[in-house]
């Protein structure tokens, strides 16, 4: 079957494999959580880098899955460039389990945050590549323009809050970190404030 055939079907497979990718990469985050061997709260306390990291990291792969799902949905048929765009989103997120051990072990340092931050960095490439190749390949109505329209707008300003979390990081890991966290809230929110603004 060639990308000029393989319709809704070869879609549906697409998102099928990249829901297990993306469901392996939340069980590698949540392993690299280890449980205190010694007895006492203390102990557990001392795990709340490596836990808070996890729970930033898992808004952050959610939030991804949950908008790969609504993307894909506008695309009609397979292609190389959608094929290619979407094994490079994979890619991306499958190394943030690894960042994200590293942030919590490193609790939060400046180096560990800095990684992190460009790790967060690359799926947020990826998706815009995604996003575009479905824009141009896919559904061609007014609620998939529109869809497009909103999609892109957060996709700019998401590119713009990484580039000064990075830079932020360099001040304090904490203020690169709300940066992060802004991202996963701005992607959470049915309509964010850019889409009142541009009347999306």
Not at 32 to 46: C, I, R, S, V
Not at 68 to 80: G, M
Not at 96 to 125: D, H
């Amino acid at each position: 079957m060639t990308e000029e055939t393989e319709g809704r079907g070869g879609v549906t497979r697409i998102e099928a494999f990249s829901d297990g990718v993306i469901a392996i990469i939340i069980t590698i985050m949540v392993l690299e959580m280890k449980a205190p061997e010694e007895h006492g709260l203390e102990h557990l306390w001392a795990l709340w880098p490596v836990f808070t990291a996890y729970v930033l990291s898992y808004a952050y792969v959610a939030v991804y899955w949950v908008n790969h799902h609504r993307l894909l949905h506008h695309a009609e048929h397979v292609t190389n460039a959608l094929v290619w765009s979407n094994i490079a989103l994979l890619f991306a997120l499958s190394l943030v389990p690894f960042a994200t051990a590293y942030l919590g072990e490193q609790r939060f340092s400046q180096q560990a945050t800095l990684l992190y931050m460009i790790v967060m960095m690359l799926p947020s490439f990826a998706y815009v590549w995604l996003l575009s190749v479905v824009r141009r390949t896919g559904k061609q109505d007014a609620a998939s323009q529109a869809y497009h329209a909103r999609t892109s707008r957060k996709g700019l300003v998401t590119s713009a809050i990484y580039a000064s979390g990075i830079a932020l990081t360099l001040l304090s890991p904490w203020a690169g970190l709300a940066c992060a966290a802004l991202v996963a809230i701005l992607w959470f929110l049915p309509k964010s404030p850019f889409d009142v603004l541009f009347g999306g």
